[in-house]
């Protein structure tokens, strides 16, 4: 499946988006250079606040260095969400007095509201 980046790249979709592309993987590489984006021993790369990339800046990355491994960076970035997200379930307090009547507001008396990443259900 060719992505929309690569079609800009080639040209598909005009000059214009064409130079944009070969401006943002001069920008990556600038990036790359200066240590704003990083490649750990694994082949994982990293923003500047050692996140592990998101799949349209890696494919860019891809594109300006064979250092970088997709599979380990996908494998990293789902590591940490999944531990974001285990994180969110055990902090996570009930909701306030005050919260409770801004769902009210928002979706009526009545309703059941539903927190997607616990699963919670609010009957309001």
Known sequence: MTTRFQRELSGELGAYWQRQAEAELAKVKTDLDSGEITIDEAGVARNCIGRALM?????????????????????????????????????????????????????????????????????L
């Not at 306030?96 to 309703?111: D, K, L, N, P, V």
């Open 55 to 123: 799949d349209d800046l890696l494919e860019k990355l891809l594109l300006v260095t064979d250092r970088a491994d997709s599979a380990a960076t996908r494998a990293a970035r789902e590591a940490e969400v999944q531990a974001d997200l285990e994180s969110y379930r055990a902090n996570r307090k009930a909701p306030s007095t005050e919260e409770i009547a801004e769902m009210r507001a928002a979706f009526g008396a009545g309703t059941k509201v539903v927190d997607v990443i616990t699963g919670e259900e609010i009957q």
